[in-house]
């Protein structure tokens, strides 16, 4: 029996080796502009690690490259992931300079627009090629059925990538989430406010479940 339990505990240090090891998931925080990608990601990120990710703004098109924070560590109800953050874009059909033209002088408004327009195929290639799950956050108080909404849904679905949509902004008045929940049944929704941190506790719940 002696050799039989040095053998199961040898088998199982190695096994834990082995999942430890492992590369951490790629999640790619997708969502169309303004949603409140960036502002969770920072928030996941300053909690877990310290850091933040990149600028928060309300201009749209603020993220305008993917950016990456690796090696986050989430821990919730005994379950434990670690993820590679993955901040991307915001998807639009169309991007058009006149947009940030109230913000800034007109060639910068061209330039940011070309920038925007570079970075929704970037963030197409990320969830085409790149990423192993996804964290697809909308506006609670805007009209989640949209073109961009319902196509990256669909490519989503076609990879039978593992996905979790955030209803953001709900410390907003005109907040639904039932309206994003009916829109998209198939997926779980989790309710918060990334800005206000708050329900970060279901959050990371569901983080560390689908994803672990």
């Known amino acids: 029996m002696g050799l039989f339990t040095e053998l199961k505990d040898s088998i199982s240090r190695a096994t834990d080796r082995l999942f430890s090891e492992q590369e951490p998931k790629r999640i790619g925080i997708y969502g169309p502009p303004n949603a409140g990608k960036t502002t969770l ?36 109800n005994g379950k434990t992931v670690t993820i590679d953050i993955v901040d991307t874009p915001g998807v639009t059909t169309k991007v058009d300079y006149e947009e ?83 829109a998209f049944p198939q997926h779980k929704t989790v309710p918060l406010s990334a800005k206000e941190g708050e329900n970060m506790d279901e959050v990371y719940a569901n983080i560390a479940e689908y994803f672990g």
């Open 100 to 182: 940030f033209t109230d913000e800034m002088e007109e060639d910068d408004a061209i330039r940011r627009s070309r920038e925007a327009t570079e970075g929704v195929a970037e963030a197409m290639h990320w969830l085409r090629e790149d990423v192993d799950g996804v964290i697809y956050v909308l506006d609670s108080a805007e009209d989640p059925i949209t073109q961009v909404n319902t196509m990256l849904i669909g490519i989503i679905e076609s990879r039978d990538l593992p996905v979790l949509i955030f209803a953001n902004k709900i410390d907003l008045d005109d907040s639904s989430v039932k309206r994003i929940e009916d």
């Open 41 to 76: 990601a920072n928030r996941i990120a300053r909690d877990w690690t310290g850091d933040a990710i990149g600028t928060e703004s309300h201009i749209p098109h603020e993220t305008r490259r993917a950016r990456r924070k690796e090696n986050v560590e989430i821990e919730r």
